[in-house]
């Protein structure tokens, strides 16, 4: 996985979503609430193994002070993801 260069994209926070985007798409988001259980989260395809999901992931991580817990039903790629944070 490479990391990719998040700072020509900006991130929206309101009412417990993330999201990055620019005038020209939504590479992702993720909605997540109080307890930082994860209701959902989506990454472009065009974007996908670039550590970005990661990156949201943090930052619910950061906001809320505790690790992110997936909510049901979850994907296999969702498992995956939720073993590296």
């Known amino acids: 996985m490479s990391e990719f260069d998040i700072s020509n994209y ?3 926070e309101a009412d417990g979503v993330f999201t990055y985007k620019n005038q020209n798409t939504t590479l992702g988001f993720v909605r997540f ?3 930082a259980e994860v209701e959902y989260i ?3 395809p065009i974007f996908r193994k670039k550590g970005i ?3 949201l992931l943090n930052l619910v991580k950061d906001k809320t002070g505790k690790k ?3 909510q049901d039903p979850i994907s296999p790629l969702g498992k995956k993801l939720f073993k590296i944070i």
């Open 33 to 35: 609430n109080e307890k």
């Open 53 to 55: 999901a990661k990156k």
């Open 42 to 44: 989506f990454v472009n």
């Open 68 to 70: 992110p817990i997936p």
């Open 10 to 12: 900006q991130l929206d």
